[in-house]
């Protein structure tokens, strides 16, 4: 039998345990402890050759760029690079790990709303596809940064289109009323004023609707917008702009194991449950502005252009595993009338380490990693390790945005190693040491079939490192 949350080749049930690309997940665990990131190279390939075929579904060029914030481990950057995907890096942090990991500039596409000049110098000198500008400000920044130099910066600018999506409110990024991007008024004079600078190449436009958007129909409007704004910048200015770049977004389905869907207010589950192919997203959107383009004559406008995508979540989400072990266990009443109790599992991984369940109340499907073969059909309360009362894996402000209760076999007890399924996107990259501990180990399993430490745990050391 095959379990909803298992898949084929990847994440599967062997004698009983968990196996991830035929590793024994508790094997893995025992060997470099828990909490255990556990990711896999086979599934990011895959990932990508799927995101790939909207190059195939579109009738221009494409350039797909791994969206780094999602996670960027160097051994997981490798393996994008290797895959033969390109960046999109956040800040000059990003950037610098970026080269690092071996890609190249013109690799590069160089997003984040309050750049310094020593990130702009970075990206120039290191020739980056594009530097996606946030503001006016920030292009007169970047011009007398290119200026300084001597060179000619790649730059694209963010528009942000006033689309709403139905995901979660701090996933929302296209808002009017949101902080990112420009208006697009405010883009049509800046290519208007810098269309013959020496030291800017105004080479495309950006837009970006929010991350785990559930409809596809948000990327029919966000191309609409974009081919607007493409038509105009190229009537106003004669500019033909060599990229447009649709920002990344393509949900996760992290309710693929329907068993706790029901425990999901309506809203909360479709944005969860939510599952299409961005290829067939990007065919009904490319065929919808095609019409548009065919009907203003310009269709060599459109089809001599690069598309850009910069997925993170649909890349790396489902590709990683956090084993967590369970370190205490306790009684508690249900409610204050105290009639009956609650089982409490406390597991060594808590917000500090999957900071999204406490600040947007994300859920990861929970599995018995030692048991992953029996009924997960009693209800217990799972708790995070931190002193801090948010770090629960429920919804503590009673709202109901996350199931009470989640379903594991029958007497769990401490010791048990569990598994908390889709966790490889904003987790690690959003760690801290809170509350003195340490950051995790990684484990990547490789498509050769070997299993290799990425990151090593924390060290006492790491722990006071910069600390003088
Ligand atoms: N590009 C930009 C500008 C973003 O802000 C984000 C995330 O919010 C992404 C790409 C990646 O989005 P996702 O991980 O949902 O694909």
Request: hydrophobic share 40%; net charge negative.
């Amino acid at each position: 039998m095959i379990r909803s949350w298992e898949i084929l080749d990847f994440l599967e049930v062997c004698d009983g345990r968990l196996h991830i690309d035929g590793h024994d997940a508790v094997e893995l665990a025992r060997e470099h402890g828990t909490p255990l990131f556990v990711y896999s190279e086979s599934r990011i390939r895959h990932n990508i050759v799927r995101l790939k075929q909207v190059g195939d579904a579109v009738g221009c060029g494409f350039k797909l760029c791994y969206a780094a914030k999602a996670m960027s481990t160097l051994g997981v950057l490798r393996s994008v690079r290797d895959a033969g995907c390109d960046l999109e890096v956040n800040s000059g942090g990003e950037l610098w790990k970026a080269l690092k990991a071996g890609f190249r500039g013109d690799q590069l596409n160089f997003n984040g709303l309050s750049k310094e000049e020593w990130e702009i110098e970075l990206a120039i000198e290191n020739g980056v596809y594009a530097i996606q500008v946030d503001s006016l400000y920030e292009l007169s920044l970047i011009e007398e940064t290119a200026r300084r130099l001597g060179k000619k910066a790649n730059v694209s600018l963010r528009l942000v289109p006033g689309i709403e999506s139905a995901t979660h409110s701090g996933l929302q990024t296209a808002m009017l009323t949101s902080k990112f991007g420009m208006m697009p008024e405010e883009a049509f004079a800046a290519f208007a004023k810098y269309k013959d600078s020496e030291h800017l190449n105004l080479s495309g436009i950006h837009l970006h609707v929010g991350s785990q958007n559930p409809s596809p129909a948000v990327y029919t409007q966000a191309f609409d917008e974009m081919f607007g704004a493409l038509l105009r910048i190229y009537r106003e200015t004669g500019i033909r702009l060599q990229h447009i770049n649709l920002g990344g977004g393509f949900p996760v389905n992290y309710l693929r194991d329907g068993s706790q869907a029901g425990d999901f207010p309506a809203e909360q589950r479709e944005m969860f449950a939510a599952d299409f192919e961005p290829a067939e997203a990007m065919r009904t959107a490319w065929a919808a502005v095609r019409e548009k383009a065919d009907a203003e004559n310009v269709r060599d406008l459109l089809e001599g252009i690069t598309l850009l995508l910069e997925p993170g979540r649909s890349i790396i989400a489902d590709a990683a595993i956090c084993l967590t072990t369970v370190r205490n266990a306790k009684q508690r009443p249900t409610d204050d009338r105290q009639l009956t109790t609650d089982h409490w599992l406390l597991t060594d991984a808590g917000f500090n380490i999957l900071l999204s369940m406490e600040t947007y109340k994300w859920y990861y499907h929970l599995i018995s990693a030692e048991r992953a073969g029996e009924l997960h059909e009693t209800p217990y309360k799972l708790a995070g390790p931190l002193c801090d009362g948010g770090d629960v894996y429920f919804d503590i402000e009673g709202e109901g945005r996350l199931p009470d209760h989640r379903l594991l076999p029958e007497n769990v007890e401490p010791g048990e190693v569990l598994a908390l399924l889709n966790c490889g996107a904003y987790s690690l990259a959003q760690a801290s040491q809170y509350n003195g501990r340490f950051l995790p180990p990684v484990v990547l399993t490789k498509a050769d079939g070997t299993a290799e430490l990425i990151r090593r745990r924390d060290t006492f050391e790491d722990l006071i490192a910069s600390d003088l």
